[in-house]
Nanobody
Framework: QVQLVESGGGQVQAGSSLRLSCAAS????????MGWFRQAPGKEREIVAA????????YYKGSVKGRFTISRDGAQNTMYLQMNNLKPDDTAVYYC????????????????????WGQGTQVTVSS
């Protein structure tokens, strides 16, 4: 059973930066594709970014391209989301998720495919 714990959220002004972390624990001798999702008040949860188990393949939601960077540190079993030039529309609860894959180059951006979820961390951006 994989456990995921997010951290790094907070309340910032527009134009600021935050870095979210997702620490994974549990069976680590397997391949996990991972992703960041967010859910704003009154809206459905949506994907923000995804990364392959190998770390060399990424996907970004259009509105965050060029501002957010997803990465992972295999040795530390940690995934990150560097968020720059934050906007009020980025306000949401951010979740990390993991999906067991058989190939390290697999990229998963379908929410329903993810097996494990963190508890979420709040990001609030004021104008």
């Amino acid at each position: 059973q994989v456990q995921l714990v997010e951290s790094g959220g907070g309340q910032v002004q527009a134009g600021s930066s935050l870095r979210l972390s997702c620490a994974a624990s549990g069976p680590t001798n397997k391949y996990y594709a991972m992703g960041w999702f967010r859910q704003a008040p009154g809206k459905e949860r949506e994907i923000v970014a995804a990364i392959t188990a190998s770390g060399d393949g990424t996907y970004y939601k259009g509105s965050v391209k060029g501002r957010f960077t997803i990465s992972r540190d295999g040795a530390q079993n940690t995934m990150y989301l560097q968020m720059n030039n934050l906007k009020p529309d980025d306000t949401a609860v951010y979740y990390c998720a993991a999906h067991l894959v058989t190939q390290p180059q697999s990229l998963v951006f379908v929410q329903s495919q993810y097996d494990y979820w963190g508890q979420g961390t709040q990001v609030t951006v004021s104008s």
